[in-house]
Every structure is written in structure tokens, then in C-alpha cells.
């Protein structure tokens, strides 16, 4: 059965789709050393029916034609905005397809600070899925909760990733005119082990429990995310993206789950209805929609997608952009994240070292680029960035 199809653990993204389908419930999702899910069989209740194999999307690929239009999106409602990872047009479709009864999934934290997917009814509770969390969530029973609400004719919003949302249309088997799907440009899930002892950490240094956190403030601006640990104690943790410990982890590449090195779902004909990102090299691409507060880059994938987009347009700022220019700086949306050779040294000590420790040891960069970044840095900073830039373009054209 499906434990033993899997020939290797980058085989399984972990989507649940097989414990979703199983008639007699035999399928369990057991954690590894890593604390990444993977599918155990109780054999005393498997009647051998092969749905768990049937249904892997991994195993039975699908292959997406279809035409995406790539748009520049920024919600007009500014406070939505700056609460929001990117440019905050999640918030708005979530709330279209709540206005008219439907239900909204997405991934949550749960009082232990654990990722799990979840759905909401209300607009007030849209605040539990808002914003980029980097750890793989657990999807549970999700998939079967998505087909009840289907059946009884209410319309429902699935957020995930893109694997996430491959699992679900596995599970349903057909298309429902009442489903929307969201996923996102993805860089890879990080370790839930891994996410469970920077917790810890951090609430060892504050001596207090975390009653909030959040990863994407943009108190330093969107391009510089803080992550922010706010304490029952009431002190809080804040620290850019560039200075935080599981961030720097997480951009090297050295906790990500195996198969997200080797991900099936990359592209940009995608599965989903509409794919969100943050538009990265929006300053490029469009200085005028960049305010370093947030921009959305949006993939409409289908009918449906645009439908939505349609709905939504008059709320939002928004421009068609060149689809392989806008993923030239994207390119998370067609490459898996690279194996950093550095990982398994990561994981076999992440019990044994101090997060700090662990993550100093694995994850600092040579001074030469450490030294180019501070550079960069101060360049930004008084405006001469643009110009260094020219001058040394100018200079290898010169010598060419």
C-alpha cells in the first residue's frame, strides 16, 4: 500500500490525500526525526483497494494546459494592506466567497503555535489564515471537510500549497463548479521539528510563553520583513529577515522537506484557480506600483481565476505584467529550492546544539559575502546604489 509505494522520502510532499481517501481509516500520518508527516498503514484493517495509491498526485501526475495571465495587484484598502504578507488580495476574495456563504480554508496556528489547516465562516476570523507562515502545515481531515461543504452547494475557498492544492483535486476526483483554489509561489516548507525548537528558543530567552507571532511585519518595510515573538510577559522579539535565526535557516535551504528539492508541482500552468506571491523585482519591473509596502504578483490560471479577479478589480490597484519576466524574479514559481549540502549535518544536530549555535554553525555566510551585502546595504542607504550599478556596467562594456 501507499507506505510501502514510497520508495524514498522525497517521494511524499505530504498532502494527506491518502488518509483523506481510505475507507477503513487504516491510514495514519506518523512524524518522522524531522518531524515532517508521512503515510503509516495499519494492515490488520487494509482491504487492499489501492485508493491510497489512486489518489497520490505525486504518482499520478497531471499535466496542466492552460493560458495564465500575470498581474501586479495592490489592495486600495491600505490598513488591509500593511497587515497582510504581500499586497493583500487574499483578504479580498476570501471575503467575497464568505459575503456569499461560503467557507475559507487555509493554514492556521493552533494554540501550540503548530501549522494546521483549518476553515473559517466569518470575516472576523479571517485573520487566523492572513499572512505567510513557513512551516507545512497539517491538513488532517481537511480534504473530506472541502467536499462536504461542495456537496451541500456552498461555495468554498481552499488555500494551500501548490502541492496542497494537487492533493485536494486528487481527492475530489472531479471538478466542482462551487470550489476556488488558491496556492502560492512556494519555496519549500520548512521543518515542523525545526519550527517547534525555535519556538522553544525563543521562549527560553524571553522566560515567557509566545502568545503571538508573526512573520511578516512590515515595520522595516516589506522588502526587509521583521519576525516578531510578542510574549505573555509582554515583551516582544523582532528581527528582520536578514538577522533572524530560523529565516536565515529557512533561505539556506538547510531544514526544507526532502521533496521539496525535487518538487513535482513547480511551473507556471498550474492547478490552482489563481496563484498569489510577493512580486519580487517589482521595483524593477514597476517602480511606480513599488512603495516597499507590499505588492502582489498574481497568476490567473483559469475561467474561474479571472471570474474572481473580476469581482475584485475595482478594489484593487493593478497591471498585466510579462508572465517570464515577472518569474525572472520569481523563480521559486518553476525551481525547486537547491540541496544545500550542508542540510543533513542541520538535522542531525538541531538536538544537540542550541538553536543559536545550530544555526551559527550551518548557516553563516563566508565574510567576502557577508562584506558585499554590508556594502549593499550602505548603498541602499544614501542612494548610490543605482548609480554604483551603471558606473561598473559601463566600465565592463568599456573593457569589452
Known sequence: MMDKELKNRKDCMGCHACVNICPKNCISMEADEEGFLYPTVDYSLCIKCNKCIKVCPIINRIEVDNKPIAYSCINNNETIRLDSSSGGIFTL?????????????GAGFNDKFELEH???????RLWQLRGSKYVQSKMGNSYEQVKKFLDLKRKVLFTGTPCQIAGLRSYLGKSYTNLLTIDIICHGVPSPEVWRKYVEFRESEAGSPAQRIAF?????????????????????????????????????????????????FKGINRQSDITLADFLGIQNMLPEMDDDKGTSLIFVNSQNGQSVFNEIKDRI????????????????????SKYNLKRD?????????????????????????????????ILIKIGLLGIVKRAFGKKTQNSG
Request: with cysteine; hydrophobic share 35%.
Open 317 to 336: 490597484s493593478y497591471q498585466e505584467v510579462d508572465m517570464q519576466e515577472a518569474v525572472k524574479y520569481n523563480s521559486a514559481a518553476i525551481k525547486s
Open 118 to 124: 483549518r476553515f473559517v465562516e466569518t470575516k472576523e
Open 216 to 264: 511578516r511585519r512590515k515595520d522595516e518595510g516589506w522588502k526587509r520583513y521583521s519576525v516578531s515573538f510578542l510574549f505573555k510577559n509582554n515583551t516582544e522579539y523582532r528581527q528582520n529577515l536578514r538577522k533572524d535565526l530560523y529565516m536565515r535557516a529557512f533561505l539556506k535551504d538547510v531544514c526544507l522537506r526532502p521533496s521539496c528539492y525535487d518538487c513535482k
Open 345 to 377: 549535518g542541520f538535522m542531525e544536530e538541531k538536538d544537540i546544539l542550541l538553536f543559536d549555535k545550530l544555526v551559527k554553525k550551518y548557516c553563516t555566510d563566508k565574510l567576502s559575502i557577508r562584506v558585499k551585502r554590508k556594502i549593499k546595504a
Open 93 to 105: 476574495v476570501a471575503e467575497k466567497v464568505i459575503s456569499v456563504g461560503g467557507v475559507v480554508f
